[in-house]
Nanobody, 115 residues
């Protein structure tokens, strides 16, 4: 089992920045990929960015150039630095971990971008 706890959401004006963090606990050594997904009201959950244990990253087109995902293997923490936020980034953001083909999800943290 893997447990994920997110932090760092909040409200920001367009153009602002936020940093999300997700701490994993439990069988963290079995995790091979971690990432962030988001879900806006009335829309499906979509990938924001992912990172493998060896540091290979993958970004959604909307995230490229603005968001940076990083992984601290020692602390089993994945972070998402979000810059130049716009109103379309408003959503609940969920941390994800894949362990032996099983997906685990955090409870989510809200990000609201408004003027």
């Amino acid at each position: 089992q893997v447990r994920l706890v997110e932090s760092g959401g909040g409200s920001v004006q367009p153009g602002g920045s936020l940093r999300l963090s997700c701490a994993a606990s439990g069988r963290v050594l079995t995790i091979n990929t971690m990432g962030w997904y988001r879900q806006a009201p009335g829309r499906e959950r979509e990938v924001v960015a992912t990172i493998t244990r060896i540091g290979r990253t993958n970004y959604a087109e909307s995230s490229k150039g603005r968001f940076t995902i990083s992984l601290d293997n020692v602390k089993s923490t994945v972070s998402l630095q979000m810059n130049n936020l716009n109103t379309e980034d408003t959503a609940a953001y969920y941390c994800n971990a894949i362990s032996r083909s099983t997906q685990y999800w955090g409870q989510g943290t809200q990000v609201t971008v408004s003027a």
